[in-house]
């Protein structure tokens, strides 16, 4: 995966830069521009910085950082100039952020790349950086960071995009209707994925059918002769493919273990640390390893062979690249605890959460094995904007939760989870990640498994950063010792 600031040849020029988003060119900016910031934390010399406004900073009061920093050039508000630090070399526009949009427009309009946009309920960040690896077997590929998704995520991507790149990835995500009909032209994809529909930022819709038509505007943006990939196990696959025929799309792939699935599945085995799998993408039979755990991660895997292969990469290469594929932060990142007994490790899934996600996150942590007298635990925050029906959706988790011996739960919400469960597996309720910490520390022993997960307003992320802190795993060598 490329970087703007990775290129071999200028990402932009000045002058590029100042046609495509209308704005002046002030001050003696560099030559070139190697890469595009919008963070002065992060920016490398020769960047352009485009100075954002957000809801609790702006970014014209970071110029004078960015200059220090060797930033080629920024781009501020015209009404703003006179603000800014001697010496600073500008670019004076409207609007930053419309200027950053029109900068990925330009990006998106001088390349050749084929492109695959990617959205969906789950799986759109691994999917995405899977994409990113079999695409990059064949050819140089440049894809978003991260989970920039956004109204500005999306723009600073595409601007990030070197020109001469041979595939581009990009993640689309949304809580709104209207939201990705936005960002999808901008991008405008030859193949678009839309990973699955379920209830998650429900509360802002009036059903799931119309979490399924905010998703379905990806089609929207699909490139004459493109494609969609759908998930033709999911519930509303009718449902999309009529609106993907209704936007003028007509190569649809279905990928699932259905029948009829043009990228399906025909055999899979589940391992605690990846899996192994066939299938028939499209009418070619190709075998592949997975680096990720989990029956989620592989149907998803075959979303990303089927978009391969109808942008034009090479199959085998494509399914080859699969077995690099690693956790993201906070999606199944594993991490050694020295604990009273020896060694325990906790699964850091605390990137967000929704009723589909957490079941399979649960999936993974009953097919991975504890040591000696170790237990699977699930360690479990409150799952945000489900609507009026989050406790039940939190109490229905009981089932999957049979994967765990030992449940914690945290938050308001998971108290209907807690509630459901048998007293034999209840570890602990807290009002919050907080006070919940203690009470799991506690219990913890040499052998335990500990899947950590919950919505981001949760702060179960803080919580595993906590257990890490508290048992680091420079002291198992100690720990060993001391329980002999």
């Not at 010496?87 to 427009?105: F, I, K, Q, T």
């Not at 309920?121 to 990113?132: I, N, R, W």
């Not at 190569?251 to 990846?274: C, D, K, W, Y």
């Amino acid at each position: 995966m490329s970087a703007g600031s990775a290129a071999v040849s200028p990402l932009w020029t000045p002058e590029a830069l100042a046609q495509a988003t209308g704005g002046v060119l002030a001050g003696a900016p560099a030559a070139a521009i190697g890469g595009v910031s919008i963070d002065t934390r992060t920016l490398q010399r020769g960047d352009v910085f485009f100075a954002l406004r957000g809801d609790n900073s702006d970014g014209h009061a970071y110029v004078a950082m960015a200059h220090e920093r060797g930033a080629a050039l920024s781009v501020v508000e015209r009404g703003r100039a006179g603000d800014m630090p001697d010496g600073a070399s500008l670019l004076l526009v409207d609007d930053v952020l419309r200027a950053l949009e029109a900068a990925g427009r330009a990006a998106r309009g001088r390349t050749r790349a084929r492109i695959v946009g990617v959205t969906g309920s789950v799986g759109k960040t691994t999917t995405k950086e899977a994409l990113a690896l079999a695409l990059g077997a064949d050819g140089s590929t440049h894809a978003s960071a991260a989970s920039y998704n956004n109204h500005w995520g999306v723009p600073l991507s595409l601007a990030r995009m070197p020109q001469d790149s041979v595939y581009g990835v990009f993640e689309l995500g949304m809580n709104h209707a209207g939201e990705i009909a936005t960002l999808v032209d901008m991008v405008r994809p030859h193949v678009a994925i839309i990973t699955t529909v379920e209830p998650v930022h429900i509360a802002q819709f009036d059903s799931v059918e119309g979490i399924a038509d905010a998703k379905a505007e990806i089609f929207t943006g699909v490139t004459p002769g493109g494609a969609a990939v759908l998930n033709r196990d999911n519930r509303h696959y009718e449902r999309l493919v009529a609106a993907a025929r209704a936007a003028g799309v007509d190569t649809i792939i279905g990928f699932g273990e259905a029948e009829g699935a043009q990228a399906r599945l025909t055999s899979v085995n589940l391992q605690p640390h990846m899996s192994t799998a066939m299938a028939d993408i499209m009418g070619e039979s190709v075998s592949f390893k997975v680096g990720l755990p989990g029956r989620h991660i592989v149907q998803n895997a075959l979303a990303v062979l089927a978009a391969a292969k109808l942008a034009g990469a090479d199959l085998c290469l494509a399914a080859l690249a699969l077995s690099a594929l690693g956790p993201p932060p906070g999606r199944g990142v594993r991490t050694p605890l020295a604990v009273k007994g020896g060694r325990a490790t906790v699964i850091d899934e605390s990137y967000n959460a929704n009723p589909a996600s957490m079941r399979a996150a649960l999936a993974v942590l009953g097919t991975t094995p504890p040591t000696g007298r170790g237990r699977r635990i699930a360690v479990l925050g409150d799952m945000l904007e489900l609507g009026p029906q989050g406790e039940v959706m939190h109490r229905e988790l009981a089932v999957a939760a049979a994967a765990a011996d030992l449940v914690f739960c945290a938050g308001p919400l998971m108290r209907a989870l807690w509630e459901a469960l048998p007293e034999s597996r209840r570890g602990g309720w807290a009002p919050d990640a907080a006070a919940l910490l203690p009470l799991v520390a506690e219990r913890l022993r040499g052998g335990d498994v500990i899947m950590v997960k919950g919505s981001n307003g949760s702060r179960m992320g803080p919580l595993v950063r906590a257990l890490i802190e508290r048992f680091p795993a420079d002291r198992l060598a100690e720990t060993a010792e001391s329980s002999e």
